[in-house]
């Protein structure tokens, strides 16, 4: 199983972008994947996750309503669409596979998101 | 949304062991897992469902959880142990994931 993530960059405040988690190695829609944060020298924020069956999502109250999460099969991608970007946004986006007892037992590498004006 | 504590920063001789603790209400009853993340890397599982050890972590570390506290252990601490430590639970109400906020282990 391999995450890769990617779309990050420098954004200015109130806009949006699109960030994209590749899965391979393991069909996406059996791997319930996560998305976590990291600010600047902080520690690991929660933001979403969508289950394997595509059926339950939520989300961090720090992002409800602005962020959105969802899938293609086809792609084999999981998104995370996110608007109104403040600069508290800023930060590392890891996308994670939950296994069981909800370890996040692999990782992407991250894709970094810089709110700007 | 639950909350997990941690010290921010543990200290430890080489040789020596290192303890780091993560506290949160009713501990005990969830799973908590712990991850190692070195600058610039992403997280690595290194304790899951409480003392669980992973295929290619070393014996020396190790988890335990009493009602209240989770604890990690590493023992004979290398200057490679060095990296932040991350206590996790999975909040079966919400289904979110909580992080504690982190432990900065130094070995000197």
């Known amino acids: 199983l391999q995450l890769v993530e990617s779309g990050g960059g420098v954004v200015q405040p109130g806009r949006s972008l699109r960030l994209s988690c590749a899965v391979s190695?393991?069909?996406?829609?059996?791997?319930?994947i996560h998305w976590v944060r990291q600010s600047p020298d902080k520690g690991l924020e929660w933001v979403t996750f969508?289950?394997?069956?595509?059926?339950?999502?939520d989300y961090a109250e720090s992002v409800r309503g602005r962020f959105t999460i969802s899938r293609d099969n086809f792609k084999s991608t999981v998104d995370l669409q996110a608007n109104g970007l403040r600069p508290e946004d800023a930060g590392v986006y890891y996308c994670?596979?939950?296994?069981?007892?909800?370890?996040?037992?692999?990782w992407g590498r991250g894709t970094r998101i810089i709110v700007s004006s | 949304s639950y909350v997990l504590s941690q010290p921010p920063s543990v200290s430890v001789a080489p040789g020596e062991t290192a303890t780091i603790t993560c506290g949160g209400d009713?501990?005990?009853?969830?799973?908590v897992h712990w991850y190692q993340q070195s600058p610039g890397q992403a997280p690595v599982v290194v304790i899951f469902?409480?003392?669980v050890r992973p295929s290619g972590i070393p014996e020396r570390f190790s988890g335990s959880r009493s009602w209240n506290t989770a604890t990690l252990t590493i023992s004979s601490a290398e200057a490679g142990d060095e990296a932040d430590y991350y206590c996790?639970?999975?909040?079966?109400?919400?289904?979110?994931?909580?992080f504690g906020g982190g432990t900065k282990l130094t070995v000197l």
């Open positions: 996790q639970v999975w909040d079966r109400h919400s289904d979110h994931r909580a």
């Open positions: 190695g393991l069909s996406v829609s059996v791997t319930e």
């Open positions: 469902s409480n003392a």
């Open positions: 009713n501990i005990g009853s969830y799973d």
């Open positions: 994670a596979r939950s296994g069981d007892s909800g370890v996040l037992d692999k």
């Open positions: 969508l289950s394997y069956d595509g059926q339950l999502k």
